[in-house]
């Protein structure tokens, strides 16, 4: 059992691309999330998803958007990258509410 | 406006007892989650209060009150893998997840 996978590990990216991060879990989950980690801050939320179909908005969802075609996939795209997304972006799943929320291996992203 | 606060950095020796302390004001409160983060690595599940007390789970420990918006993890007979951010979260009205900055803990032989 994988538990929750997120592609890639890292990646370097140029201002203005395109980029998406993908996160699989195969906890059958309803609930998803996505969040960022940066120096010296707590993690901050961008986006979830409280079951397939439905989205939401966390503390910091602009420039960012998702979608959550199926219970197992939650992928993460930047329509056109900035400097300031530089950062460690964390996926997420669990079964709703206040249960525990599992991690996956984080993607280092790094935008020039 | 929602905030956790919690130390930065912490140094504790080998062997002895370290406590982390956690403070929150948050738009309603359905729970508080303490996680271990070691460096380059995703956060990992400690433990979750909801009501006032203390849980035990092996060296680990974690207090809640309510009344005074306080937490805090006890961590016994360290060890050098203990070396990690410990980050506090607070389940708030949404069912969302209110993250504190984290505790850098270092531990010395």
């Known amino acids: 059992i994988a538990g929750i996978t997120q592609a890639p590990t890292s990646q370097i990216l140029a201002a203005g691309r395109r980029m998406t991060l993908r996160c699989t879990q195969d906890?059958?989950?309803?609930?998803m999330y996505w969040y960022r980690q940066d120096l010296g801050l707590g993690l901050r939320l961008i986006h979830y998803s409280n079951t397939a179909g439905t989205t939401g908005k966390g503390e910091v969802p602009d420039g960012y958007s998702v979608s959550r075609a199926n219970t197992d996939d939650f992928p993460l795209t930047l329509a056109s990258a900035v400097p300031s997304q530089t950062s460690v972006y964390f996926c997420?799943?669990?079964?709703?509410?206040?249960?525990?929320?599992?991690f996956g291996p984080g993607t280092r992203l790094t935008v020039l | 406006g929602q905030n956790i606060d919690q130390p930065t950095e912490m140094t504790a020796t080998e062997g002895a007892i370290v406590q982390i302390n956690c403070t929150y004001q948050t738009s309603g409160f359905n729970g508080l989650f303490w996680y271990q983060q070691h460096a380059g690595e995703a956060p990992t599940f400690l433990s979750y209060?909801?009501l006032d007390g203390l849980e035990e789970k092996g060296r680990f420990s974690s207090f809640l009150s309510r009344s005074k918006g306080y937490s805090y993890l006890l961590l016994k007979e360290l060890q050098m893998k203990d070396s990690a951010s410990y980050l506090c979260a607070v389940v708030d009205s949404n069912y969302q997840l209110i993250w504190g900055a984290g505790t850098k803990l270092i531990i010395k032989p």
């Open positions: 209060n909801v």
């Open positions: 906890m059958r989950h309803n609930a």
């Open positions: 997420a799943s669990s079964s709703g509410g206040a249960d525990t929320q599992y």
